[in-house]
């Protein structure tokens, strides 16, 4: 059974930074694409990064790149998100998700979430 | 990237009745690569469909999606209690994009 536990989230003020991790169980974690999905409270789904199962590939939205960074250690079955200078409208509950083997960008499973609130 | 609008927001409705949801996408989606999913209160999102068309593992055949192009449409062939949640109809590939959602509520 896929597993995808998210931790890390938690209060940060405007400008901080702050580092999200997802553990994997039950399926072979290296092979697989993953991303991180984000949902503001009330509002709906965005994409935020992916990497590919080697971890040489990355993708990020706009309105996170330069100050986010995706990666991934193969050896833990983790994937990590490096979130920095932090905003307002960062807050969101963040999904760590497994990609389709064969479509990118397609979420297969999705983890329950973790909490990132960014306010002083 | 491509800009997905669902319609109608909200869609209020009885148990048994059919569920129609929309999801139109300003730039054609090649190789039908459109999903939909289900999320209810307090969950995370779940898979239903993808290439437009297919069930996931694990989803009643009363769920069925359809449409290519520029227009899709996503089905619900009679509601059980179970059902009522927002839907979200997603492009996926290097750059994902999410429509904003329709919520299908009991009527």
């Known amino acids: 059974e896929v597993q995808l536990v998210e931790s890390g989230g938690g209060l940060v003020q405007p400008g901080g930074s702050l580092r999200l991790s997802c553990a994997a169980s039950g399926f072979t974690f290296s092979i697989y694409g993953m991303s991180w999905v984000r949902q503001a409270p009330v509002k709906g789904l965005e994409w935020v990064s992916g990497?590919?199962?080697?971890?040489?590939?990355?993708y990020y939205a706009d309105s996170v790149k330069g100050r986010f960074t995706i990666s991934r250690d193969n050896s833990k079955n983790t994937l990590s998100l490096q979130m920095n200078g932090l905003r307002a409208e960062d807050t969101a509950v963040y999904y760590c998700t497994q990609e389709n083997y064969y479509d990118t960008g397609r979420f297969d499973y999705w983890g329950q979430g973790t909490l990132v609130t960014v306010s002083s | 990237e491509i800009v997905l609008t669902q319609s109608p927001g909200t869609l209020s409705l009885s148990p048994g009745e059919r569920a129609t949801l929309s999801c139109r996408a300003r730039q054609s989606v090649s190789n039908n690569y459109l999903a939909w999913y289900q999320q209810k209160p307090g969950q995370a999102p779940r898979l239903l469909i993808y290439g437009a068309s297919s069930r996931a593992t694990g989803i009643p055949d009363r769920f069925s999606g359809s449409g290519s192009g520029t227009d899709f449409t996503l089905t619900i062939r009679r509601l059980e209690p179970e059902d009522f949640a927002v839907y979200y109809c997603q492009h996926y590939g290097s750059s994902p994009t999410f429509g904003q959602g329709t919520k299908v509520e009991i009527k």
């Open positions: 990497i590919s199962g080697s971890g040489t590939i990355t």
